[in-house]
């Protein structure tokens, strides 16, 4: 929110008048209570001579394209002859006899804009009269002339020729204050100057309550008539939600009367364009107080009025002038007539102050906070009204606003009040919140004095009433009762934050806390950690894998019509509209990582990548919707935990180029499909698992290249190089390599390894074996395994050869064999017999024949 330092000053001076701080401090009294700012600035300077000007005579000059006026202006003596000033001006917003800001010539306007005398439209112009926009309080272009009331300057006591900066206020800044979307009512004067008057520890007066409070006149509400009897009809239905609805009137305004420069100027410097007195009177009330208003017509209003839903295929033509087709949870204001206002958003033209009203209904109301802001995001319309009712305004003041406007406008434009006032509904109650008085202290691991969370709730406006109980410590048992301004707390936690905020966040010691005894991380925790370390140390970089694919990427595969990869969860709004999958594998995610590596000249890579994979049962699975106005029933909640999809960790790894550089070591050496088992083991080592490979075909890997990676009899990934086709169709290069492990799916064991060192020598052996080539090195190895025996350490697959000698479809595989006995040192003999028995089980499971 933009606002004034010198605004929010005025309403802290009126109980503290001697307080005042720079522009620095200002800006750290917000952060102290929890309020970022997005910066400061002071209002552009001018310098030279800008001073207080009337206009004596204007000639309107004929013959150019656009109205251009040839003015003579006195500024008494400050043009150093006392002779009138000639000015051109094209502005058509002041008349003869006018007060206006006249920049003279020497005079430099923000931005480096210097004022001289020159020749334009055939005429000598000898200064400027300016405009807001050009002495740097807006940043509105054509916002008109300054004129300056007649009476106002009679209260300053000036003269023409004086300095016109104290006139306008240019000694000030303009705040940018960032309001989180939970506390609406610091939208407004009132809201931030309570909070500043907790951050610098003065006393603070109420402004809704207190026109002096608010700087204003100390008798704005005096003479106002009573407030008996209705001053429109009105009908409020139930399913509009709006708790609170409330008009005044006033009759008989001036239309061509303006507001005066200090309400214009608020409204300028806190980013409002300044329309017409009406207008401008709901929106001064808004700023101050946080209360958006609205102002029709009131000799455009026909008959009664009526807070409806509206009804599908209705239209209206909002202030911004653009026709809006409604849905049916739209609230609106309509009468005998049509509608005349999209509730709490904005206002129709049909019933538009305009420059012939003469009689202003002014109308508040407290609307729901939901209903707006989806009212809002469909209509794609937000506003200075929405943007409060968002974040909930206060409903007890409604009726206070309302006076202020009528108030207010017949002080600027004339009238009369109508005596009366329309009120359906009523303020909503606040409930009661019960906590103890040592609960901030116990969250913020700090002692604070006896009082202190009392006296800060408060300040924030809450009621506050001691139950007479304690608790074991001696704490004081309070109910709490927030005020209408905060809607936002409603439950202990709430309530210990406002207090903690004050008391100073930044006070509160970072400390970690300690973890108890026995706890830490799970077993299953610790084995990722292995996972992603063992990985790290092996050469691979951790990535963070999108759990978004392409919609395409399984047709890219070409998988099967039937394969389960392709039961995906879709988004309903995702960020991308081509990627409106949550994966059932990494591999997409991962694909896509390495081809923006590799297209950015990275030629070389070898990337991992742990995350989970979501598995729905089904592409229509969907979840229940229970409703939001209660906790959900337990069975509620069973149906909810069902429908979610299985969300199993997985780990993939893929790489492409040089796993070895070219070097003074040797030739480089490029990744192939036995990298990425390696990796597998690499894997299975840190998850303390045993894997077993089988060949396998598997898109996206290449068939003949793909390893199935197995836990016993469960396949847990696969492992190998990927289809040249989907190589080519993802443009990643060929013969990139990739393993993709299900982590859930591994046995988890906590083991605890220890060296186990044997006094007793090992007796080395080897043993050569021709197979069929079809047979898996794996199988021949497990084979000799369960034939050596208990005496077998170690099995070990070094020398895989062929040649024309053994045949086309002949392969010899030689292994390393490690014998050694627990009890005693083993003879060459007995290795030799446990040697012969892993032959003998070898030629009888898979055929193999020791090598001569």
Known sequence: MLISQSWLTRILQTANPSWSVDAEEFDAGFVRVGFETEGYEPIPETTGPLVLGRVEKIEELEGFKKPIRYCQVNVGTANGTGEMQKIICGARNFAEGDYVVISLPGTVLPGGFEIGARKTYGKISEGMICSAMEVGMTSVQNSGIITIPEPEIERLGMKLGDDARPLLGLDDTVFDVNITPDRGYALSARGLARELASSFDLQFRDPATDPAAAALDDDLLAGLPGTDGDVQKIEVDADTQCSLFAMRKVVGIDPKAESPLWLQRELMLCGARPVNAATDVTNYIMFLLGTPMHAFDAEKISGALHVRCAREGEKLTTLDHVERELHAEDVVIADNSGIQSLAGVMGGTTSEISDETTDVLFEAAHWDQITIARTCRRHKL???????????????????????????????????VVEGRTVVGEVPTMPTITMHTSRPGKVAGMIYPDGTTIGRLREIGCTVRETGDRDGNGAREIEVTPPTWRPDLTMP???????????????????????????????????????????????????????????DVFDVWDLDADDPRRVTVKVQNPLEADA??????????????????????????ALFGIA?????????????MPSVQQRPSDQELKELLASLPQQPLHVSVIATGNR???????????????????????????????????????????????????????????????HPQVCERAHVPSRTVALEIDLDALPLEETFPRPVL?????????????????????DV????????????????????????????????????????????????????????????????????????
Not at 398 to 412: G, K, P
Not at 584 to 598: E, Y
Not at 689 to 694: A, L, N
Not at 707 to 722: M, P, S
């Open 758 to 778: 044997s006094p007793f020598p090992a007796v080395l052996q080897d043993v050569a074996v021709v197979v069929d080539s079809t047979i898996p090195a794996s």
């Open 580 to 605: 409106a999958c949550i994966g059932t594998t990494l591999l997409p995610s991962m694909i896509d990582a390495l081809r923006r590596n590799v297209t950015r000249g990275q030629r070389d890579v």
């Open 781 to 852: 190895e497990d084979a000799l395994r369960v034939g050596a025996g208990e005496l077998l350490e170690d099995i070990r697959l070094f020398d895989i050869y062929t040649s024309d000698a053994l045949g086309n479809e002949k392969r010899s595989l030689t292994f390393s064999l490690r014998f050694r006995a627990c009890d005693r040192t083993l003879t060459e003999e007995e290795a030799s017999e446990a040697r012969k028995a892993a032959i003998s089980e070898a030629e009888e499971r898979v055929g193999a024949e020791l090598r001569g």
């Open 382 to 416: 937000s506003s200075e009204a929405s943007r409060r009712f968002e974040r909930g305004v206060d409903p007890a003041v409604i009726t206070e606003a309302l006076d202020y406007a009528v108030s207010l406008l017949v002080r600027i434009a004339g009238g009369r």
């Open 612 to 624: 989970q994979v979501s598995k729905p049962e089904s592409s229509e699975q969907s979840s229940p």
């Open 660 to 722: 070895q550089l070219q070097g003074i070591w040797g030739e480089a050496q490029a990744f192939t499909a036995r990298d990425a088992i390696e990796s597998a083991r690499v894997i299975g080592r840190a998850a303390g698992v045993e894997f077993t490979f089988h060949n396998a075909e598997y898109l996206p890997w290449h068939p003949g290249r793909c390893a199935e990676i197995r836990v016993g009899d469960t396949v847990v990934g696969h492992a190998g190089e990927l």
């Open 493 to 551: 936690a709430e309530l210990v934050e406002e207090v903690l905020r004050l008391q100073g966040l930044e006070d509160i010691p970072s400390v970690v806390p300690t973890a108890p005894a026995g706890r830490g991380l799970t077993p299953r925790q610790r084995m990722r950690r292995s996972v992603g370390h063992a990985l790290a140390w092996a050469g691979y970089a951790e990535i963070i894998p999108t759990p978004f694919i392409a919609n």
